[in-house]
């Protein structure tokens, strides 16, 4: 499933083979939450921007428009007109992210809907279910996601309950795999890696959810409050003891240099709702650092958004043409900045993969980490 083709250092050059095409690592995952990615593009305007996995999110699929529905539709495949790799969440990040509207029990976790109130229950064999129903290339195991800094005692238990939860998502996967109904009886599972900040739990709970043998592992609980070096440490931390022959996925992160510093430490696979949020308040990511399309310095520049760049839209839009629809309020302009940012973060991979395979990628690093989080 996971073939590793180079290394240079720590960095990692594989592909994942999967039912639905082979994915080549290292890889970042565009977010679809609902099955789109915000900004007005679609899975055909996906394919001309070298994305290789569409990530959707399992809880807002099961209250909008119901994965029972997406199943009788198909799955999330026939359903979005995506045909390549999709991976669902499953809804642990809502366990974090809803805080204010959820309980948590052994069972599972309780939510007040986000949209109308009305109270949903979340376990693992309710998160398997749904993430079957969606038929995805990957799913994710059902977790508790703590918000950093958390206090060691209550990160403790969480981590045993998440690796107990664990369990019964593997057990209820190879279930539903088994069905003759289910849509993708391939459906392969990854396993989250827990314990906030705490080095001695990340490695006890990474040593333990890496004797069941899942298809992939994901470090997850970070870029949720900690500092950027903390999380570099856990990456350090961590990545010693995830298994070689599998892949190793790093979720919600990031930025392009935090991209960079994970791939210098071992990772695989990223997502980040970052370069469509940032791109949808004119803000772009370029070879040469983050450009703002408000500033008035560009109302009369005929230059594309990054003269490095040959996505469709430095191809064919200047900047004055990208402002003047921001400050027009068209929606053109959210549309075309991220297609731009799009292209830049799979581009920046396909960068990153060359220079693994060429022996090179420490200098790489070593240049665009100095680069790319500059304020032009």
């Known amino acids: 499933m996971y073939k590793l083709l180079s290394c240079c250092g720590n960095a990692r050059r594989g592909e994942i083979a999967t039912v639905h095409g082979t ?33 959707c999110n399992t809880y807002h ?55 109308d109130g009305h109270r949903i229950f979340m376990g693992p064999e309710e998160s398997m279910q749904i993430q079957s129903d969606l038929g995805s290339t990957i799913a994710m ?85 900690e500092s950027a070096g903390e999380m570099y440490h856990i990456l350090d931390v961590v990545t010693e003891h995830m298994p070689e022959d599998k892949p190793r996925y790093l979720m919600g992160v990031g930025t392009p240099v935090n991209i960079l510093e994970a791939v210098y430490r071992g990772i695989d696979m990223f997502d980040c709702v970052m370069p469509t949020r940032n791109a949808r308040h004119a803000n772009i990511f370029t070879w040469s650092g983050r450009r703002n399309m408000l500033n008035n310095k ?43 940012n799009i292209w830049f973060y799979n581009t920046l991979l396909m960068r990153i993969r060359e220079e693994i395979e060429n022996g090179t990628y420490e200098s790489f690093y070593r240049h665009y980490r100095e680069v790319l989080d500059k304020r032009i």
């Open 23 to 55: 994915v080549q690592t290292p890889a970042f995952m565009n977010v679809a939450t609902c099955g789109a990615i915000k900004g007005a593009v679609s899975a055909p305007d996906l394919e001309g921007l070298r994305c290789q996995v569409m990530l």
């Open 141 to 225: 195991a059902f977790d508790e996601c703590i918000e950093n800094p958390a206090e060691y005692e209550y990160t403790r238990r969480s981590c045993e309950r998440t690796y107990r939860w664990l369990c019964r998502c593997k057990t209820e996967m190879d279930r539903l795999n088994s069905l003759e109904d289910t849509i993708n009886p391939d459906q392969m599972l990854f396993g989250i890696n827990q314990g906030s900040t705490y080095d001695d739990l990340r490695i006890e709970h990474m040593k333990r959810i890496r004797e069941l043998d899942l298809d992939g592992y994901a470090v997850g609980g970070l870029a949720v409050g």
């Open 298 to 340: 560009y109302s009369l520049d005929e230059s594309p958004l990054d003269e490095q760049c040959d996505c469709p839209v430095c191809k064919s839009f200047s900047r004055a043409y990208i402002r003047h629809l921001f400050k027009s309020g068209e929606m053109l302009a959210m549309r075309l900045c991220v297609m731009h």
């Open 61 to 115: 699929l099961h209250l909008r428009p119901g994965d029972e529905n997406v199943k009788k539709l198909g799955g999330l495949h026939r359903f979005t007109r995506w045909e390549k790799p999709i991976l669902t969440d499953s809804g642990g990040f809502q366990v974090f992210s809803l805080a204010g509207l959820r309980s948590i029990s052994e069972e599972g976790v309780t939510f007040a809907s986000h949209i």
